[in-house]
């Protein structure tokens, strides 16, 4: 026969334990979350700044459309061929070297007609 006395300490012990347990959970999941979410922010910095330097020229201007081609000055193929404007396709390497030199010296402004 158990006496009251240790019954009580025993039930009032079991309890205490209880709610050790459920803050130590609590403060588990508190940690996971936040950890979780850190985790997620750093991802999506990283995948900004790889998206940036994909589509970003080195003075943030953009590229320009590329599809898979053959490039017209050094008449290499490649899966990335910047097609411009003027109707140059050009690959990543040589349109590095193309649009400093064509942005410093842009050429006359297109004609606006003039109502009579
Ligand atoms: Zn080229």
Redesign the pocket.
């Known amino acids: 026969m158990v006496d009251a006395a240790t019954l009580g300490r025993n039930v009032y012990l079991l309890i205490g334990g209880l709610i050790l347990l459920g803050v130590g959970l609590v403060l588990l999941v508190a940690f996971w979350t936040v950890l979780k979410a850190w985790l997620w922010r750093a991802r999506q910095r990283r995948s900004l700044r790889a998206w940036l330097e994909a589509t970003r020229r080195a003075d943030g201007g953009m590229y320009p459309p590329h599809a898979e081609g053959v490039?017209q000055?050094?008449r290499?193929g490649d899966r990335r061929i910047y097609h411009l404007p003027g109707g140059e396709q050009?690959?990543p390497?040589?349109y590095e070297r193309y649009w400093p030199r064509v942005e410093a010296n842009p050429g006359p402004e297109p004609a606006i007609p003039q109502p009579e």
Do not use: W, Y
């Open positions: 490039c000055e050094c290499r050009l690959c390497a040589c």
